[in-house]
T-cell receptor, first 110, second 112 residues
Framework: QQQVKQSPQSLIVQKGGISIINCAYENTAFDYFPWYQQFPGKGPALLIA?????SEKKEGRFTISFNKSAKQFSLHIMDSQPGDSATYFCAASYDYKLSFGAGTTVTVRA | NAGVTQTPKFQVLKTGQSMTLQCAQDMNHEYMSWYRQDPGMGLRLIHY???????DQGEVPNGYNVSRSTTEDFPLRLLSAAPSQTSVYFC???????????FGPGTRLTVL
């Protein structure tokens, strides 16, 4: 049973648009919430991460929004570019263990 | 720094064969872990280690063994391969349990 539920499974966005990926969790022991980006044939790479005492974190065009009471967090990709086309995984961590969502494949159309 | 390296990149096994997937890191990270990635399921933790001589099971440990004799290396052993173990395997490392994990390039394993 997946501890982190991620949606949508895939999305298509026009260049310059906003991509939004949502994740939800149940285990309140999670204390670290990273997002990973993965290109075909490559390993996942950390994109941005947040801790539960912060409601929002922004790095360039990427923003994490975190709602501790709802046990939900989301990734917003602003001004989406063709180079952002990849699979994105949300994750949650506690006690040395990282649990991943199922992934969202983002396609940015030029 | 080479980061996290994995060998081999590709491997085909027959059911019942054994093999070892190699993982090494040169960043002096204490924490290392193995994940498998299957379509529609994300990455699932197989085994992890918080330091040399210390290992523990993750979410899907059955059919896999690990050991950690040095800080740098964390091999994953398949004792008797099964078709259900066909997957892409990733090794990762980090300085601490809540720090971000650096992933290797992966090993694509097919068991016939």
């Amino acid at each position: 049973q997946q501890q982190v539920k991620q949606s949508p499974q895939s999305l298509i966005v026009q260049k310059g648009g906003i991509s939004i990926i949502n994740c939800a969790y149940e285990n309140t022991a999670f204390d670290y919430f990273p997002w990973y980006q993965q290109f075909p044939g490559k390993g996942p790479a950390l994109l941005i991460a947040i801790r539960p005492d912060v409601s929002e974190k922004k790095e360039g065009r990427f923003t994490i929004s975190f709602n501790k009471s709802a046990k939900q967090f989301s990734l917003h990709i602003m001004d989406s570019q063709p180079g952002d086309s990849a699979t994105y995984f949300c994750a949650a961590s506690y006690d040395y263990k990282l649990s991943f969502g199922a992934g969202t494949t983002v396609t940015v159309r030029a | 720094n080479a980061g996290v390296t994995q060998t081999p990149k590709f491997q085909v096994l027959k059911t019942g064969q054994s093999m070892t997937l190699q993982c090494a890191q040169d960043m002096n990270h204490e924490y290392m872990s193995w994940y498998r990635q299957d379509p529609g399921m994300g990455l699932r933790l197989i085994h992890y280690s918080v330091g040399a001589g210390i290992t523990d099971q993750g979410e899907v440990p059955n059919g896999y063994n690990v050991s950690r004799s040095t800080t740098e290396d964390f091999p994953l052993r398949l004792l008797s391969a099964a078709p259900s173990q066909t997957s892409v395997y990733f090794c990762a490392s980090s300085y601490s349990t809540s720090d971000w994990q650096f992933f290797g390039p992966g090993t694509r394993l097919t068991v016939l």
